[in-house]
């Protein structure tokens, strides 16, 4: 069946590295998302990484996939204030399934 | 260039009563879906539309119909609303259907039900 899971919530201190982990049941997922949901806002693209690559840096950002586990990663380096939002993680087969969302708190 | 448009942004209804939102894209895309978003859950998908003139059922259709107007507009339509449909609901589109293509979100529709 399809299902992605994350945890509910992550607590960062500004300046430090977050990282915000997804696991997903579907091994036949071409593409694996992370969605970026700020308060009283719409969901906005982050980052994408293909099925058959293991990493993807962009910025700030480091995705990490281990299709073995079939264990998905965000990591955001020098977190800032502006990060603080919901972070989705989904899976594509035929469609969109959305991970329930962590929520990213940075505190000074 | 607006992207993807909602309306409205905030609604209360009572137990019974039906409504339509509305939702409009200007970026000539193909697909547009319905969602909807509850605290812990993620987002559902509701019902979506692969091409104009195509409707298809989500995870989670009961209680809702949906039209595509026309290319640019996709509307949801509760007919007797429901305690549980209280929600967020965000409508998406995307060139294709299949996942391949980047979804566009809306700002989203705030619903209750009392």
């Known amino acids: 069946g399809e299902d992605v899971e994350q945890s509910l919530f992550l607590s960062v201190r500004e300046g430090d590295s977050s990282v915000i982990n997804c696991t997903y049941t579907d091994s036949s997922s071409t593409y694996l998302y992370w969605y970026k949901q700020e308060p009283g806002a719409g969901l906005q693209l982050l980052t994408y990484?293909?099925?058959?690559?293991d990493m993807k840096q962009d910025q700030r950002l480091t995705v990490l996939l281990n299709k073995k586990d079939k264990h998905l990663s965000l990591r955001i380096a020098d977190t800032q204030t502006g990060d603080s939002a919901i972070y989705f993680c989904a899976e594509v087969t035929d469609k969109l399934i959305f991970g329930t969302g962590t929520r990213l708190q940075v505190f000074p | 260039n607006a992207g993807v448009t909602q309306t409205p942004k905030f609604q209360v209804l009572k137990t019974g009563q039906s409504m339509t939102l509305q939702c409009a894209q200007d970026?000539?895309?193909?697909?547009m879906y319905w969602y909807r978003q509850d605290p812990g859950m993620g987002l559902r998908l509701i019902y979506y539309?692969?091409?104009?003139?195509?409707?298809d059922k989500g995870e989670v259709p009961n209680g809702y119909n949906v039209s595509r107007l026309n290319k640019r507009e996709f509307s949801l339509r509760l007919e007797s609303a429901a305690p549980s449909q209280t929600s967020v609901y965000f409508c998406a589109s995307s060139l294709w259907t299949g996942g391949t293509d980047t979804q566009y979100f809306g700002p989203g529709t705030r619903l209750t039900v009392l």
């Open positions: 990484i293909f099925s058959n690559m």
């Open positions: 970026m000539n895309h193909n697909s």
């Open positions: 539309s692969a091409s104009e003139g195509t409707t």
